[in-house]
C-alpha cells in the first residue's frame, strides 16, 4: 500500500488527473485501512512528512483546479472535492482565533470565580467551568446559597456577552462568502419553523422547571436552573458504564430492531470494524475508542469518508472517547459515549445509504443541511428510548430504574441545551442581516424565560463552537425533528428522508423530550422514596 500511495503522490506532480484516474484516486483514498482522507486532501499518509503531506494536498488542489470532465457527474464530483478542499481565508483563521480567545478568557473568569467562592476547592478549570459550577450548586444545601452563586456566576460572565457578540458578526460577515452548505428550504419557512420549536421547546422546559422545583432539586426560577444541579441532586448512585464490545452488541439488536439495520462487529480492545447493512444501504466502519481526558468533552467525532464505489458501500472511520481503567487496553463507556457511539453510527449508515457509485459523490457533507443529522438524531433516540432500558441495564449490570433514570437525565439537558440551539439557529439565520446582540434582545423580549435560561454569552458559545463556514445549528434541531416524525417511515428508506427536507412541526420531538424529562422525574422520585431496587 505504501508504495501505491507514493505512486499517487507522484502521479499528482503532473497534469490534470483524467477523469479515470480520478475516481480510482477518491476511492483509492475511501478504501484505506486507516483515516487517510479529510477535508484538505491525503492526510496521515504512513511514512510521510507533513511538508510532503501538504505538497500532495496542494497538488491535488492544482490538477483537480486545471480539470474538467465531460461526464456530468464526474464534474460534479470534482466541483464538490474543491469546494471541501477550499482552505478558510486568513481573515476567517483570524477571527476564529480572536473568538475562541475571548471564550478562553470567559472560561478563565469563570473558573477563578468558581474558586474564590468554594475556597480553593473547585477551580472549574478548563474547557467547561460549568461542569465545576454544577458540583458545587449540588452541593450547596441552601437555596439562598445557591441562589447568591448563580448571581455572582452571571455577573462574572454577562460582560463577555457583547465582545462574543462582536465576534459573531465579524465571523458571519468574513464566512458570508465561504461556500456553506445552503438549504432548500426557504428561509421563510424555516425561520416560522424555528420559532416554532422554540415556543414548545420553552413550554417543555417550564414544565421540567417546575418539576424540579417539586422534586427539591432546584428552582423554578429559571436564572437558578443549571442542569448540572438537576442531576447532581437527583443522581441516584454510580453512573452506569458499558464495555465497548457489549455496547456494540446491544446497539446491534437496537438497530435491527427499530431500523432494520443490521450489524456486526469484529475487533478487540480499543478498534473494531463494523459492518452495516439494510434496505439501501451498505457501510463499513473502523471504530477507534480513545482515551477521555480530562477538561475534553466526552463525545464522538465524525465519520472521514468519501463513501465507496464498485458496490462495496461507504467506508467511514470513527473515534469515540471512552475510558481505559487501571491500565486495562479494553474500554468501557459512559452512557452519554454510548449515546455518542450510537450517533457516529447513524452518520456512517446514512453514507451507506447515498447509493452513488462515484465514491466522491458519495458524501453526507452534501445532503441538504436540514437531514443531515436525521439519521444521528434517530440513532441517538434509539438508546434513549424506553424499550431499550432493560437490554442497556443488563449490559451495565444495574437496575433498569438506573438506566431509566440516567436515559431521562439526558433528555434534561437535552432539554435545556434545546433552547440555546434554537436561540443560537435564529440568530445565525439572520447572520449578515442582523447583529447578534440585537436579534437575541428581539427573541428574548419575545420569550421572557430565555433570559434567564440562556444568557446572551451562552448563546455566542454555542454559535461560535461551531464555524459560520461549517454545519449550521439548525441541522441538530431538524434533524432529531425529522427523525421524530418521520420514525415509521424512514426507517425503511433510510435514503428516502435523507432527499426529503423536513417542513412538519416540531410535535414530535417535543413529545418525545417531555416523555423523557418524565421519566427522569419519575426515577428520580422512585430513588428517592425508595421504590427502585438495586438489581435488575
Known sequence: MPGLLNSWCRRLDGPALSAQEFVELVE??????????????????????????????????RVLDQAAYDDPRIEAARVMELRRMRPPSDRLRV?????????????????????????GRVSGAGR??????????????????????MAVWRATRAPFGTALAARWDELAAAAADSGRARTVV?????????????DAALRTADELLRTAAELGFGSADPEQVHPGLLLAASKPGPLPVIGAEVALTVLRSALIDALGIELSHRGSAGRWSVELAGPGVAAQAEVEFVPWQQGMASNTLGCVNRGGGSGR?????IQCRATFTDGSVAPVLSFQQVVSLAHELGHVISHGAMGQDICALNSIEDLDPTVLEAVSMACESIVLSDQLAEDLARAAKTSTAMIQWTQGGRYVEMCLSRVATLVSSLIELRAGQDSAASHYARIAEDHPLIAGLVPLEDVLISLLDLPPDGVPNFAYETGRSHAAARTGSFLADVGDTLSCPPTADPQGIDDEIRQGVRRWAAASSGFRTGQSSASG
Open 186 to 198: 426557504p428561509e421563510l419557512e424555516l425561520e416560522r419553523y424555528l420559532r416554532s420549536s422554540l
Open 95 to 119: 477571527l476564529h482565533q480572536r473568538a475562541h480567545a475571548t471564550i478562553s478568557e470567559l472560561s478563565a473568569a469563570s473558573a477563578a470565580m468558581l474558586s474564590r467562592a468554594t475556597g
Open 313 to 317: 458501500g461507504a467506508r467511514a472511520w
Open 28 to 61: 483509492f483514498c475511501a478504501d484505506r485501512d486507516a483515516a487517510l482522507w479529510d477535508h484538505s486532501g491525503p492526510v496521515r499518509a504512513q511514512g510521510r512528512t507533513l511538508t510532503e503531506i501538504d505538497q500532495a494536498t496542494g497538488n491535488y488542489r
Open 128 to 149: 467547561r467551568p460549568e461542569v465545576g459550577l454544577g458540583q458545587v450548586l449540588a452541593s450547596t444545601a441552601s437555596p439562598r446559597a445557591r441562589a447568591k452563586l
